[in-house]
């Protein structure tokens, strides 16, 4: 039997979650890079996650910060990817 994985999209309000540590973001981009649902936007020299609701909560953003400038906290539809089967 094959089983079918699909993402499923929290569509829950997303609070803010994810937020950047301003002092300490580097304007690197490696969030936006990584981030598949383009949820991370270029403001002045930093770079914020202006598309929240687009999140489905990888964690790959705050895994490639290298410097510790992403504040990732607990979201409202709990941690982790959101895989459904069938
Ligand atoms: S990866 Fe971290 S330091 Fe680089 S732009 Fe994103 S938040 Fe800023
Ligand atoms: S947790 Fe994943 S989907 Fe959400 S902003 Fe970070 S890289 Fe993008």
Redesign the pocket.
């Known amino acids: 039997m094959q089983i079918e994985m699909k993402f499923r999209y929290y569509d829950g309000d997303p609070g803010e979650f ?1 937020k950047v540590i301003e002092d300490k973001c580097t304007g690197c981009g490696q ?1 936006a890079k ?7 936007e270029k403001v002045g020299k930093i770079y914020k ?1 202006i598309n ?1 609701s ?9 895994n ?1 910060c290298m410097a510790d400038a ?1 504040d ?1 906290g607990e979201p409202h539809g709990g941690t982790g ?1 959101k895989f459904s089967y069938g």
């Open positions: 994810i969030c990584f981030c598949t649902t383009r949820v991370w996650p929240l687009n999140c489905v909560e990888c964690g790959a953003c705050w490639v992403i990732f990817v």
